[in-house]
């Protein structure tokens, strides 16, 4: 069964850079747009960037000029990096992809990376 699989989540002070990285593991055909979610506490998980398998992205406006989306097609591989890191970024993040395998087209999610930013 396919799973995507993310890490790189942690710790970081404000001001300070992560580099998220999420891929799926098992056997598929192909992938197609794929992106970055997050959910704060109490609050309802927001997209935060997507990048279609062509390259083109999109950005929630709280991370436009902050965080930089970006995919090595051949290793299946979306990466978020995130700099200029501000506490209000503290959440889990989600990877979410579209990936067809022999059970066909779906839409996957991962299980989530803690980021939190703090002194």
């Known amino acids: 069964q396919v799973q995507l699989v993310e890490s790189g989540g942690g710790l970081v002070q404000p001001g300070g850079s992560l580099r998220l990285s999420c891929a799926p593991s098992?056997?598929?055909?192909?992938?197609?747009?794929m992106g970055w979610y997050r959910q704060a506490p109490g609050k309802q998980r927001e997209l935060v960037a997507r990048?279609?398998?062509?390259?083109?992205?999109n950005y929630a406006d709280s991370v436009k000029g902050r965080f930089t989306i970006s995919r090595d097609n051949a290793k299946n591989t979306v990466y978020l990096q995130m700099n200029s890191l501000k506490p209000e970024d503290t959440a889990v993040y989600y990877c979410?992809?579209?990936?067809?395998?022999?059970?066909?087209?779906?839409?996957?999610w991962g299980q989530g990376t803690q980021v939190t930013v703090s002194s």
């Open positions: 098992g056997s598929i055909f192909s992938i197609h747009d």
């Open positions: 990048i279609t398998t062509g390259g083109g992205t």
């Open positions: 979410n992809a579209d990936i067809t395998t022999n059970w066909g087209f779906r839409n996957y």
